[in-house]
């Protein structure tokens, strides 16, 4: 799936925002499903879930660092890979949270990652290396 130009102007945005900015935006976007059942309902959760932990993470200065952990990186291009399959899946609109994510993604990418534990670092590694991030 190629980037727009809307989606490549936004990631720079995100780039160049704060941390403090970009927590904020992290409640700001959403995405709408045409439809309600019960998978929806859980995809709607899922998502509330992972605004409120970026929120989260990125307003609490002991927890800013957590952002640039490998563990959150992975864990960030899986509720991507989640998110754009249920788009796709059930027709979504609003695919500005996805570009959110996937900016944010970008931004984590320039950072310096760190390795939670040192036993963990070849696993860790592999695991970013395949998510992208190398």
Do not use: C
Request: positive net charge; aromatic residues 10%; glycine residues 4%.
């Amino acid at each position: 799936m190629g980037m727009t130009n809307l989606e490549s102007r936004f990631k720079k945005y995100v780039q160049e925002s704060s941390w403090d900015d970009i927590a904020e935006m992290a409640k700001t976007y959403s995405i709408e499903f045409k439809q309600e059942n019960n998978e929806i309902t859980r995809i709607k959760k899922q998502i509330k879930l992972t605004k409120e932990l970026i929120h989260g993470y990125l307003t609490d200065e002991n927890s800013q660092e957590f952002v640039k952990r490998g563990s959150f990186f992975v864990g960030l291009v899986k509720s991507i890979e989640l998110l754009e399959k249920n788009i796709e899946k059930h027709e979504a609109k609003g695919s500005e949270f996805l570009f959110f994510l996937r900016a944010l993604l970008e931004k984590i990418k320039k950072e310096k990652l760190v390795v939670e534990k040192p036993l963990k670092k070849k696993k860790d590694f592999e695991r970013l290396k395949d998510a992208g991030a190398f």
